[in-house]
């Protein structure tokens, strides 16, 4: 969530700030009291100072629970600086894009507020434009996020209900399956069951999980994870009949067969982890925000 926007000049001249409703007590008790102004103009400076020492501008800065990205952005042909300080989670890219949206839907607003040398700016003017403009922002960030906010935290409450809800659907996925093979006699079409069971149990559970989880890190997780548990509870219930396929046609031991068996369960959990890990990459951590406290 993008908790707290500072608008400025390239100069470093305040022009709108934006508080979010639901700003966290850690940054608002950081913030209480303080000149919006001055916070500016020092954030400016700092931009400005990397600018001149590194030969760059600064994009973002890390802290403990807040991430700060800055970016020049053009109005009408006018720089502007834009500085915005959001949840470490949230994808910077995303931060940009919403900035571009918000700029492009209120330009005309945006306009009359921003400084010049042959417009005096009207108090009342400023103040009712800022607060259009944080009636836009706050509809825009609302559109952003997930709907359930438990799947959109992107923490350890948010990995563990999304593993939970990955094994209830990866089992259905099985019962499906497994209906299949016995509904349609799938056994004597081996290559139309392996790709049913490639598609049901390996890709379409890899797709869930991403989409459910939110973020590529808890989606890679919880991919390995679910793999594991459900291809050893499959080696499980079928132990005996598989010891005894496997031994009639290579004559290797039990212990061979197990070690086998955690190696496949490896490679498709990590391959499943992958599919997840894209999936909540590109179709979710990319075009939501992390929800508000």
């Known amino acids: 969530m993008i908790y707290l926007t500072y608008l400025a000049s390239e100069e ?3 022009i709108w700030f934006y508080v979010h409703p639901k700003i966290p007590d850690y940054i608002l008790e950081k913030i209480a009291g303080k000149d919006h102004g001055l916070i500016v103009n020092f954030l400016s400076a700092v931009s400005m100072f990397g600018y001149d020492t590194l030969g760059g501008k600064l ?41 571009d949206e918000f700029i492009k839907k209120n330009q005309h607003h945006l ?3 921003i400084p010049s040398e042959d417009l005096l700016l009207d108090k009342e003017v400023v103040d009712k434009t800022s607060m259009i403009l944080n009636r836009e922002f706050t509809k825009i960030l609302e559109n952003r996020v997930r709907l359930f906010k438990v799947l959109g935290k992107r923490d350890l409450r948010n990995l563990l209900v999304s593993l939970v809800l990955g094994i ?3 089992a259905i996925t099985i019962g499906i399956t497994y209906w299949l093979y016995k509904s349609y006699s799938l056994q004597n079409n081996p290559t139309l069951f392996f790709y049913i069971l490639t598609f049901l149990n390996f890709i379409i559970p ?3 999980i991403g989409r459910v989880t939110g973020y590529w890190r808890g989606a890679l997780i919880n991919g390995i994870i679910i793999a594991l548990i459900s291809i050893l509870v499959l080696t499980a219930v079928w132990w005996a009949q598989l010891t005894a396929a496997v ?8 212990e061979t067969i197990m070690l086998g068996v955690l190696i496949v369960a490896g490679i498709i959990g990590g391959a ?3 599919i997840a890990a894209f999936v909540a990459w590109f179709f979710v951590e990319t075009r939501t925000l992390v929800p508000s406290e």
């Open 111 to 113: 306009e009359k507020i």
């Open 168 to 170: 209830i659907f990866y």
């Open 247 to 254: 031994e009639a046609l290579y004559r290797i031991g039990p």
């Open 59 to 99: 994009q973002i800065v890390e802290f403990e629970h807040v991430k700060m990205s800055y970016k020049y952005i053009d109005v009408n042909g006018k720089k502007l600086l834009a500085v915005a300080l959001t949840d470490p989670m949230d994808n910077p890219k995303l931060v940009w894009k919403v900035f």
């Open 12 to 14: 470093g001249t305040p």
């Open 272 to 274: 499943m982890g992958l």
């Open 206 to 208: 890899g797709v869930f």
